[in-house]
């Protein structure tokens, strides 16, 4: 492709709106433009790199058995409410009626509809196990769409279903679909990790959530340095304490003064103690019923462990206001011994002796508590967030905290959905079951947002070869030198020949503007075509990646980048 024919309109400056890099990046390189909130264009190098990953996808998705079907975008409100999904799904199903009155909603994603398509076609266990795909336009009315391809309100997807006769059929077809998760990452160049995610309170579910690790990231994710275990912040489990406590004497519980001091740090300052040596009493309100929450000082509660103990879907921490009503005592004095409200414990601090705790009287806490003596907890469990302290609950090794960006999700979705829309087979006697499904997402349009955050530099994107929108890009710096345009367009159309996906910058600008360009749109490798060939003989080829360079003669150049991309691709 000739620059000088491409509708890539770069730009010098940032765009005030773009929040992250691979935002500021896109726009700047004239991958996409804004429409309107959340909903942006792909010009021809976005839509580029776009079909790179969705040809990897495709790829794998076929390999691994998977057929491909395009379902309609715009779906029936009936088959929403038959999944009780039209009532819970909220703001971000976008709803509509036409002109007969029905009504619908634009798809966020397409468990209803695949759901309904299979329970019409498919009768029989011998149609079984049946996994389909699409790649298709989402729409969910984000509240505050943000960070262009990152967070949009229109997005491309791939999403997957599975329909399988048993439990043990289903699990197969997950493991299936988390080895060609893998295999499709590893081919788009992408440094990732597979991690445990919650399912909140559906029984016999799994998940796993597939990161891109990226500074920007806006996850945090726990890995483990020494094997492989990796979970978001909100699964991540807590190794559990294997010894029992040394046996300490037991000290008399006093009340002490603690004047105006409320917050951990205030509070064991003032008694010269380690945060440690402090239990928090924390009020949350699981789904609106009150529960006080007792962690160690210095950790933190995650609402989702306790939600999933409690049973509660949403989970948050009472306001200053909403403590005194429920205990009459002022948030900061909070105490386990005599409240009177719901009691539960991570089970660190079973483990911690003569401890600090509020009073249940402001300016007062009570020094040496014990569990057990001085109060009783209703429920124990691991209910607080990983620190890079904890050991890996695998093996015990060091634990890292690092950020990660979303680009797949798989789920184990068992029968919920084909239990609310009665999809059901035969199976070999004749009598009826559930399909037990699963559902498989990536984020396409996604991976390309998240694979600039991964790689790129103060100049700009640093495209891994795979997804890259070309592979090579010729630069012509002498344009009105007869030799050097000749040998431009003779190494253009060479590469062509090599099947190599090739930009020629033939445009009549200065170097300075044709380099820049170059290293903010980003392609894997430049060819260079200047006043060293008119004297020496030699192009230059540069790898945007590491800046490494090497000087060839032009056949020798189109030989040696025609074998190091035939290698690159190859190896992944
Ligand atoms: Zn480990």
Redesign the pocket.
């Known amino acids: 492709m000739r620059y000088s024919k491409l509708l890539l309109p770069t730009l010098k400056e940032t765009p005030a709106e773009a929040e992250v890099v691979s935002h500021r990046l896109l726009l700047r390189g004239g991958f996409i433009r804004k429409l309107t909130s959340g909903v942006y264009s792909y010009l021809p190098l976005g839509l580029a790199a776009i079909r790179k990953v969705e040809q990897i996808v495709r790829e794998e998705m076929n390999r691994a058995g998977a057929q491909e079907v395009l379902l309609p975008m715009v779906q029936p409100a009936d088959l929403w409410r038959e999944s009780g999904r039209w009532e819970k799904y909220g703001p971000e199903l976008l709803r509509f009626t036409d002109r007969h009155e029905r009504e619908s909603c634009l798809g966020p994603t397409h468990e209803e509809v695949i759901t309904d398509l299979v329970r019409r076609e498919i009768h029989s266990y011998r149609d079984l196990p049946v996994n389909l795909y699409q790649v298709q336009t989402k729409f969910r009315d984000e509240i505050r769409p943000r960070f262009g391809l990152m967070r949009g309100r229109e997005f491309i997807m791939k999403d997957a279903y599975s329909f399988d006769i048993d439990n043990e059929q289903a699990e197969a077809e997950y493991r299936n679909m988390y080895d060609t998760y893998h295999r499709i990452f590893e081919r788009c160049g992408l440094a990732f990790r597979a991690v445990e995610a919650d399912t909140g309170t559906i029984g016999g579910s799994f998940s796993h959530e597939f990161m891109v690790l990226a500074d920007t990231g806006e996850d945090t994710i726990v890995i483990?340095?020494?094997?492989?275990?990796a979970a978001n912040m909100e699964k991540a489990r807590v190794k559990p304490i294997e010894q029992p406590p040394e046996s300490v004497d037991l000290l008399e519980c006093n009340k002490v003064e603690t004047p105006g001091k409320r917050k951990v740090g205030a509070v064991t300052e003032f008694l010269g103690i380690s945060p440690k040596q402090l239990v928090k009493t924390l009020v949350y309100l699981a789904d609106s019923q009150p529960v006080a929450v007792l962690v160690r000082g210095d950790h933190e509660v995650q609402p989702v462990k306790l939600g999933n103990l409690l049973g509660a879907v949403e989970v948050e921490m009472a306001d200053d206001k909403q403590v005194f009503d429920v205990t009459g005592v002022p948030t900061g004095y909070l105490g386990p011994a005599g409240l009177k409200i719901k009691l539960v414990a991570d089970r660190e601090v079973v483990a911690m002796r003569n401890f600090a705790i509020g009073a249940n009287e402001k300016n007062y806490h009570l020094i040496n508590a014990n569990l057990g003596r001085d109060f009783e907890v209703d429920e124990i469990d691991d209910l607080r967030m990983v620190t890079p302290e904890d050991?890996?609950?695998?093996?015990?090794?060091?634990?890292e905290l690092t950020k990660g960006i979303e680009v797949g999700h798989i789920f184990k979705l068992g029968d919920s959905y084909s239990k609310a829309l009665n999809a059901v087979y035969q199976d070999n006697q004749g009598e009826e079951h559930h399909f037990v499904m699963g559902c498989y997402g990536i984020g396409v349009s996604r991976v390309v947002a998240a694979a600039i955050e991964q790689n790129h530099d103060e100049n700009g994107i640093i495209f891994p070869l795979p997804v890259a929108p070309f592979q090579v890009e010729i630069l012509n710096l002498g344009l009105k030198d007869k030799a050097i345009s000749e040998v431009a367009e003779q190494i253009y159309n060479d590469l062509e020949k090599e099947s190599i996906e090739v930009l020629f910058d033939d445009r009549d600008e200065r170097p300075g503007i044709k380099f820049k360009d170059a290293d903010l749109i980003g392609i894997p490798y430049r060819l260079t075509v200047g006043k060293k060939f008119a004297s020496d003989g030699v192009v230059e080829i540069r790898k945007r990646a590491d800046g490494h360079t090497i000087e060839l003669s032009p056949d020798e150049a189109v030989r040696e980048l025609a074998s190091m991309i035939n290698e690159e691709m190859h190896s992944a």
Do not use: N, T, V, W
């Open positions: 483990c340095k020494d094997c492989s275990y050991s890996c609950p695998e093996c015990a090794g060091r634990l």
